[in-house]
């Protein structure tokens, strides 16, 4: 038992026992109670929960390139760091003085390097100036990529980007994962910053440019109007953003439920056909009149990954609708067999350029250990599910695919019906003359 002395308003000294673990205790538990627990309003930047991860790490590390502070330093991605460092000697040397471009991008992105740092979930081990050193090269390297990618700065004949293949697939894997953003208000800083008189294309021209078909083969014209009044958290988002904004989905009153999806093969065994259709966002399926019309989805390399990114997003991101988790899980149900994934390749609702197998794992553990709390497809697979368990359409669909095609059935069934009224009129004589 420890003993301490303490002084009453009075003067005098008291004093008393102290159970030291239980004042220890105690002390350590104010501490906790005083800290914020809770996430800044602008936090959007998180690390991938391990529940997730553990499916496939791979998808959400970067491969050569680290943006922001999660993967900073670490050693397999210092190479890069060179290339990095010529691209931001590029951009502030078109500059009439480059030594003051640079200050000047130095100081646009210290004004916000609190909103920055509350972007990021979690604390970040970084001083201020090393902070706002890695803020300022990622972003500069970020921006003069894109402008090099729309071809409006030169691009440089020993430049290992557009001259080395793995360089540009390494990118496509890197810029898009939730652990490797930067916040967008710092890529704006810099881009506003740097940008010439006479360029007209916004950051999220170029952005979406340089992600042309992330999503799709088919070529869609990029509408800037949509992303006016929105507020861009980071790249990831964008790219989320491009499939929302142009789908207004289903009833938000309608998504608290669930329903199975069935399978393309069972589709297409219930009757209902499947039709391709133009679109510019992925996530427009609608069901009318027995068809399913579906917008085209590019099965490639980082189809994957900027998948389970998204997944986590939303999965991170407070009371974020869950639009492509519901998306990944509609995709899941519908391609279980290599015969389904054939069925959607040959109308050409499904663009692979994978092995199948690989495309078929893939979808089936796409979403595993996401929660949904809203299902935007409920009332889809409701429409689905009903015209797939209405008799009439099963007895439909088995006859003109066992009968109605095929001349010789169908002598063999008139055949057999005119047998079988015969032999009841022949039966209803014998018993009744």
Aim: net charge negative; proline share 5%; aromatic share 12%.
């Amino acid at each position: 038992m420890n003993t301490t002395t303490i002084k009453e308003l009075d003067g005098r000294d008291h004093v008393i026992s102290i159970n030291s673990p239980t004042e220890s205790l105690a002390s350590s538990l104010e501490n906790m109670m005083g800290e914020n627990t809770f996430l800044p309003s602008r936090c959007c930047i998180f690390k991938t929960p391990s529940i997730l991860y553990r499916h496939k790490e791979q998808a959400y590390i970067p491969n050569a390139f680290s943006f922001g502070p999660f993967h900073h330093g670490k050693p397999n991605l210092t190479v890069t760091e060179k290339i990095k460092s010529k691209y931001l000697l590029g951009l502030i040397s078109r500059s009439h003085s480059p030594e003051a471009r640079l200050r000047q991008c130095i100081d646009v992105i210290m004004e916000i390097e609190e909103e920055a740092r509350e972007c990021y979930a979690g604390t970040t081990d970084f001083t201020s100036c090393e902070f706002v050193k890695i803020l300022v090269l990622d972003a500069c390297f970020i921006v003069e990529l894109f402008r090099k990618d729309a071809k409006l700065v030169p691009k440089d004949e020993d430049d290992p980007v557009f001259n080395m293949s793995c360089m540009l697939q390494y990118l496509f894997h890197d810029l898009i994962l939730l652990e490797n953003q930067i916040p967008w208000l710092v890529l704006e800083r810099i881009f506003s910053l740097t940008a010439s008189p006479s360029e007209s294309k916004s950051l999220v021209e170029l952005t979406l440019e340089f992600f042309g078909n992330i999503f799709s083969s088919d070529n869609h014209s990029i509408e800037p109007h949509l992303f006016a009044n929105q507020e861009i958290k980071h790249i990831l988002d964008l790219l989320r953003k491009l499939l929302l904004l142009p789908y207004r989905g289903e009833d938000n009153h309608h998504c608290f439920g669930w329903q199975p999806f069935p399978s393309a093969t069972s589709i297409k065994q219930a009757g209902i056909k499947f039709r391709k259709v133009a679109s510019s966002s992925i996530l427009d399926i609608r069901f009318s009149n027995g068809i399913l019309e579906m917008p085209s989805l590019l099965i490639q390399e980082t189809t994957e990954t900027i998948f389970r990114n998204l997944i986590s997003f939303e999965q991170c991101y407070p009371n974020c609708t869950p639009r492509v988790t519901s998306y990944a899980i509609l995709l899941s149900h519908l391609i279980n067999t290599p015969k389904d994934l054939d069925i959607l390749c040959d109308t050409g609702i499904i663009d692979n350029w994978m092995i199948p197998e690989n495309s078929i794992k893939f979808f089936k553990t796409l979403y595993h250990d996401s929660y949904v709390k809203e299902f935007n497809y409920l009332r889809l697979c409701e429409q689905v599910n009903g015209y797939c368990h209405h008799w009439r359409s099963r007895w439909h669909a088995f006859s003109k695919q066992n009968y109605f095609g095929k001349p010789w059935a169908i002598v063999s069934e008139f055949a057999v019906a005119t047998l079988l009224i015969l032999t009841f009129i022949q039966t209803y004589y014998i018993i009744f003359k």
